[in-house]
């Protein structure tokens, strides 16, 4: 609450008045969270709606009645701002118990949209359409504009809500921590620059760019949106170019991982497109990597790129794999213990090779288990969870994160930081997992050498691993863990003080001891020792 020398001048019993009077303004409801106030039961505050240092008046018509707790935690000092972001925040929530991201999807589902088609025609360049299903038979009709370098015809219409769905094939992020400054940015009354983008795919008008600034609006109340519509467009074009957008040309800030996940979609669709152009069902797979690279002639270097970035994709975002749950995909959040950045770096491009395009079918022995890109994949799904397992789950805990973790053992303030969670949060640094990385790959080489089976050391994951393997990896990844250094916290300001580079591990367990000569292991991390159960 602010000052208000109108609410100080009030006696009690007018201060008890004024509440009910706005209770009953408000019927019954909190202005800030919209669910109910018992008057005798909830403590309640009286705030300016417009915070008076921004021009709000000190006077009834400026007032609201708020829980108490809401008002403490509110997360804007303009009421209408924290009443926004108070509803977002409730929608977010409900999508991640679903276990879902949340997007403009379940934004538009709780502000009664996506719920209709739309119905148009085009006639002499115009496009012809009604919002019918919304109760208004006008017929409203709109240039058509056609872009003449590539052919795009685009129309610009308000659209209701109800009529507007979200693209997950074409934009599949979710919202972020942004829209906090965007909802303030339009409570001010400043207009959207950038009008969002959308196409007509199975007559559904889907957002597929501008999501946070739709999201920001409708959380304000717009109940129509100004959208660019893209009509008759080629979606495989559309997931290129926004892609592109986002990727090399850094028009939109797309995370690496997102970048993965599109070019995932878009190895789905050359496939689909090379059945097609050959007369083959969508379940003909008798053609090769190298088939597909070698049909679409004139972008080679992109279809390379699409084949390895979806099988990081399939590995990365495969619902059984338990490491996903401690990869950090989007910005620098401090919860989790690996980013994706770091998730890549060390372990996936370690293991998949960029420049294996397979020649053999792409359903090759798929039926016997033995298809060198399944089992690329289960594989790194199978070490994945074994590193959450001997190494996170039940020991890393994501409400203590990773925010200055050593300077809180300097400081004296560690006593929440099990040794566990502190081993967890030192093996996953990225200049120290990229070296131990390195020893899984030199135990796996060691094996297949000694069994005497051949083994492409470039592909080492395509060939299937018996289960003695696996125990093996396992069993270092288990003494790995258990190393008396990741516990330590006397090397707090030490070792473990700031960012290393890639070397500085690299020497530690090559010799024992860090280029600067602490001793941070009692001997060489040796590969035949570390196997042992
Ligand atoms: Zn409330």
Not at 117 to 138: C, P, Q, R, V, W
Not at 300 to 307: D, E, K, Q, V
Not at 440 to 457: A, M, P, Q, V
């Amino acid at each position: 609450m602010g000052n208000s020398k109108y609410l100080d001048g009030l006696s009690s019993e007018e201060y008890k008045a004024l509440t009910k009077k706005l209770w009953e303004i408000q019927n019954h409801r909190c202005f800030i969270c919209g669910e109910e106030i018992d008057l005798e039961l909830n403590s309640t505050n009286i705030d300016h709606i417009k915070p008076i240092v921004t021009g709000g008046k000190d006077d009834e018509t400026n007032f609201a009645l708020t829980h108490e707790n809401c008002n403490k935690s509110k997360q804007d000092a303009d009421l209408e701002v924290a009443k926004a972001m108070a509803k977002l925040s409730k929608i977010i929530k409900a999508a991640e118990e679903k276990h879902e991201t949340p997007s403009l999807k379940h934004v538009l589902a709780a502000n009664d949209g996506s719920k209709y088609d739309f119905i148009y025609k085009i006639e002499d360049g115009k496009l012809l359409y009604a919002f019918s299903k919304n109760g208004d038979d006008t017929i409203r009709s709109t240039d058509i504009f056609m872009d003449r370098l590539s052919n795009e015809q685009t129309a610009f219409i308000q659209v209701p809500l109800q009529y507007l769905y979200h693209d997950e094939m074409i934009n599949p992020r979710g919202i972020n921590s942004s829209i906090g400054l965007l909802i303030k940015e339009f409570h001010k009354g400043n207009p959207q620059l950038h009008i969002s983008l959308a196409r007509i795919d199975d007559n559904k008008i889907k957002i597929f760019d501008g999501q946070h600034k739709a999201v920001a609006q409708i959380m304000l109340g717009t109940k129509a949106l100004l959208v660019r519509v893209f009509i008759n467009t080629d979606v495989d074009r559309m997931i290129e170019t926004n892609t592109t957008a986002g990727s090399k040309l850094k028009q939109i800030a797309f995370d690496k991982s997102i970048v993965r996940q599109l070019h995932d979609t878009l190895y789905t669709e050359r496939i689909k497109k090379y059945q097609a152009d050959h007369g083959l069902s969508e379940d003909n797979f008798t053609f090769s990597e190298a088939n597909l690279v070698e049909h679409f002639k004139g972008e080679r270097g992109n279809i390379r790129t699409y084949i390895i970035n979806s099988q990081k994709n399939l590995i990365t975002k495969n619902p059984t794999n338990k490491l996903q749950s401690y990869i950090n995909f989007e910005g620098r959040g401090s919860e989790l213990p690996l980013s994706y950045s770091t998730f890549e770096k060390t372990l996936l491009s370690r293991f998949i090779n960029p420049k294996t395009i397979l020649t053999k079918p792409i359903d090759y022995r798929a039926d016997e288990g033995l298809n060198p890109r399944v089992l690329e994949k289960e594989q790194l799904v199978q070490l994945c969870n074994i590193l959450a397992e001997e190494l996170l789950i039940g020991k890393y805990n994501t409400e203590i994160g990773t925010y200055r973790i050593e300077n809180k053992i300097i400081d004296g303030k560690d006593k929440d930081i099990t040794d566990n969670h502190l081993a967890a949060y030192r093996i996953f640094k990225e200049e120290i997992m990229y070296n131990w990385v390195q020893y899984i790959d030199r135990l796996i080489k060691n094996f297949f050498s000694l069994t005497g089976e051949l083994y492409d050391e470039n592909n080492l994951f395509q060939i299937k691993f018996p289960e003695q393997l696996w125990t093996n990896i396992r069993s270092f990844v288990r003494n790995l863990g258990n190393l008396p250094l990741w516990k330590d916290r006397s090397m707090a300001s030490t070792v473990f003080g700031g960012k290393q580079v890639y070397d500085y591990w690299q020497t530690a367990f090559r010799t024992g001891k860090t280029p600067d000569g602490t001793i941070v292991l009692s001997k060489p991390i040796n590969v035949v020792e570390m196997i042992k159960p």
